[in-house]
């Protein structure tokens, strides 16, 4: 049975799990992130205990910089730490998020996800900031509305403390991250079945101690450093297993249950939508919708993008599917396709190639929702009605009508809608 359902936004929600399951929190003030590290100070100072019985320590530092320096200061003594940012603040972190990785230190950083200031400043959402940081070697885990943002927050962490792989779990800044909704919040008594003393001990037990001194954080040279770094393989190998075991585990407590990859739509698809973030549910919305007019069409919701498991997408597509339109919410200027696109592609390639699949699908790519600019139902029937074309349109922009731009997909605002609809 649910508990009580209490009305929380995405950081609110998200800030209840962070606050709940770390020792440290580690925070500098980036819209639209700032709420986060606000509400964990406010706990903080009233004296909010931890499942683990301690007042987490709160600490605001001069930069976004400073704050990730802390961070990995305070995971490497053996505290459970975390930081909340997003765009700029975010990209100020990246020398500490290698370092992090590379040392395979757990630790979860929260982020409203936010463009990355190009043309011009924009405090609104897309994905530019946490596609920067793809190479760092973190794990990516998107979450769609307030209740994913509380659920992934706590399945993150436990992921990442099984696996050794930090984690980057991101949400729509002013889109989630301030969408007030109806959460069931998570007891204390499942956090602590999730995160359990044995895998906190065990992080903790690689601490720098000097009763126990280990060599760490060297210079290597041309004879050593190539073999260290391929060392880490295995790590990324198993870690989109630990997630999904994860994920069954929080399912058999809370009775919510995900996917690395959630599929919702006809079995029998024709046509299907890879996205992630908030702009799933939008998809998932007008699927239903069209479905119910005699369509056959789905949607794939990512919920884990790094490490990418190839097996687990193709596993989650009907084989039925003809043609797939591969949604970014970033633009990444001179490349082949988006990041989203891009795996999308080389999946289906590899699945192919091994002789899971018989047949790649046509598979095409577009942006939306570049600096928070709208994606409504309408919107995304667009992109089944572009898939419907003998050849689809690739490289497209949803939700812009602009003679300049080529590639943009025309939407009908006057989409046939029942008055008792989501629309």
């Given at each position: 049975?649910p508990n ?23 925070i ?8 986060m ?7 903080s100072?009233r ?5 683990w019985g301690?007042v987490p320590?709160?600490?605001?530092l001069q930069?976004?910089?400073g704050a990730s320096?802390?961070v ?14 997003a ?8 020398p500490n ?11 979860v950083?929260?982020v ?9 400043l ?7 900031d ?13 979450s769609?509305?307030?209740q994913?943002?509380m659920?992934?927050?706590?399945i ?5 403390l ?5 984690f980057?779990?991101?949400f729509?800044g002013?889109r989630?991250?301030?969408e ?5 919040p998570i007891?204390f ?6 995160i ?7 992080h ?6 000097p009763?126990?001194p280990v060599m760490r954080?060297?210079?290597?040279n041309?004879d ?27 399912a058999e407590l ?5 996917s690395?990859?959630?599929?919702v739509g006809a079995?029998d698809?024709?046509?299907?939508i890879i ?13 239903n919708y069209l ?6 069409l789905g ?5 884990l993008?790094?490490?990418?498991s ?9 084989r039925t599917?003809k ?5 970014d ?6 490349s082949l ?7 999308g592609v080389?999946a289906?390639?590899?699945a192919?190639?091994?002789?899971k699949?018989?047949?790649i ?8 929702g570049?600096?928070?600019k ?15 074309s003998?050849?689809p349109?690739?490289?497209?922009s949803?939700?812009?009508?602009d003679?300049?731009?080529n590639?943009?997909l ?5 989409m ?8």
């Amino acid at each position: 049975m649910p508990n009580k359902l209490v009305a929380m936004d995405g950081n609110t929600a998200t800030t209840y799990t962070a606050h709940a399951i770390n020792e440290v929190i580690a925070i500098y003030p980036i819209t639209p992130s700032s709420g986060m590290g606000e509400m964990a100070d406010e706990k903080s100072a009233r004296g909010e205990k931890n499942i683990w019985g301690t007042v987490p320590l709160v600490v605001e530092l001069q930069s976004e910089g400073g704050a990730s320096g802390a961070v990995h200061g305070a995971l490497t003594s053996g505290a459970l730490t975390t930081t909340f940012t997003a765009s700029q603040g975010l990209l100020l972190m990246i020398p500490n998020m290698y370092k992090i990785a590379g040392e395979l230190t757990p630790s979860v950083f929260h982020v409203s996800a936010r463009s990355v200031a190009s043309h011009a400043l924009s405090i609104f959402c897309d994905h530019s900031d946490v596609m920067a940081v793809r190479q760092t070697g973190w794990g990516l885990m998107p979450s769609a509305n307030p209740q994913e943002a509380m659920d992934f927050a706590l399945i993150a962490q436990a992921a990442s403390l099984k696996s050794r792989i930090p984690f980057l779990h991101f949400f729509d800044g002013f889109r989630t991250s301030h969408e007030l909704n109806m959460v069931d919040p998570i007891p204390f008594d499942v956090m602590r079945k999730i995160i359990t003393p044995e895998m906190v001990s065990a992080h903790k037990r690689r601490a720098l101690n000097p009763e126990n001194p280990v060599m760490r954080g060297t210079a290597q040279n041309p004879d050593v450093f190539f073999q260290s770094r391929e060392a880490i393989n295995k790590y990324y190998k198993a870690a989109a297993g630990i997630v999904k075991e994860t994920m069954e585990q929080f399912a058999e407590l809370t009775g919510r249950k995900y996917s690395l990859f959630d599929y919702v739509g006809a079995q029998d698809a024709d046509k299907v939508i890879i996205i992630m973030a908030s702009g799933g549910d939008t998809v998932e919305e007008t699927v239903n919708y069209l479905n119910k007019k005699g369509n056959k069409l789905g949607v794939i919701k990512v919920r884990l993008y790094r490490p990418f498991s190839n097996e687990d997408l193709i596993d989650a597509i009907p084989r039925t599917v003809k043609k797939i339109a591969v949604l970014d919410r970033t633009k990444e200027p001179g490349s082949l396709g988006e990041p989203l696109y891009e795996d999308g592609v080389a999946a289906f390639t590899l699945a192919k190639k091994s002789g899971k699949i018989k047949k790649i699908p046509v598979i095409v790519g577009g942006r939306y929702g570049l600096g928070s600019k709208e994606f409504n139902p309408a919107m995304a029937k667009s992109v089944f009605d572009n898939l419907k074309s003998a050849r689809p349109r690739d490289d497209f922009s949803v939700g812009i009508v602009d003679d300049v731009t080529n590639g943009s997909l025309k939407w009908n605002e006057k989409m046939d809608m029942e008055p008792e609809g989501v629309f």
